[in-house]
């Protein structure tokens, strides 16, 4: 094959890579849509489209999708919970859950290694993130509320863990039937 030809491939492969993180990146705006308001911080599907980027596309191409999903909100777009948006909601309750998105996606995407299938990595990949998105949002959610410890726990986590599980049950399987379609190379 000739240089022209290899420079095609590449094109082809980035090209088809960025459609699959921009649509990522609305299914991620999707999840907001589906809230349930249950305090200063709702139960929104976000999570699992996070989970699956990091999965699907690695650290890279998550990344570059969750930045697209996040700057899409700070310019105003209404793509997260409750269909708003503006710069206003990275100071708000949610704000450092949206900031962890980002360290979270790339954690994962890391971790799990897309190129290999293993339940137990991308088990693993997806609790790490959902660590360090509570780790961000949590802290924040203290320091805005000014809320005890305990008390922000229970407001920012404990109500989450029982279908963070499930996201992460569903992300599974999820997974492992998108991987040969999306065949990064």
């Known amino acids: 094959m000739n240089e022209k030809g290899l420079s095609n491939i590449g094109s082809s ?3 088809r890579m960025t459609v699959y993180a921009s649509l990522m990146a609305a299914l991620t705006a999707a999840g907001a849509y589906l809230a349930i308001p ?3 911080v709702p139960i929104v599907l976000q999570n699992l489209f996070i989970f699956l980027s990091g999965l699907l596309l690695g ?3 998550g990344t570059a999708s969750v930045g697209v999903y996040l700057l899409a909100g700070f310019l105003g777009l209404p793509v997260f919970a409750g269909g708003v948006g503006g710069i206003g909601r990275f100071a708000g309750p949610t704000g450092g859950y949206l900031l962890g998105f980002l360290p979270a996606v790339c954690v994962i995407g890391f971790i799990s290694n897309v ?3 293993n339940v137990v990595r991308d ?3 997806m609790v790490c993130g959902s660590l360090i998105i509570y780790a ?3 802290s924040w959610l203290k320091i ?3 809320m005890t410890l305990g008390k922000t726990l229970a407001v920012g986590m404990y109500p989450f863990l029982p279908g963070d ?5 569903a992300a599974v399987p999820i997974a492992k039937a998108l991987r040969p379609v999306i065949n990064r190379e």
């Open 115 to 117: 190129s290999k299938t």
């Open 165 to 169: 599980a499930l996201k992460m049950a």
């Open 59 to 61: 650290s890279g191409w």
């Open 136 to 138: 961000c949002g949590l």
């Open 13 to 15: 492969t980035s090209l």
């Open 38 to 40: 249950i305090g200063p």
């Open 123 to 125: 088990l693993l990949a």
């Open 144 to 146: 805005l509320t000014g």
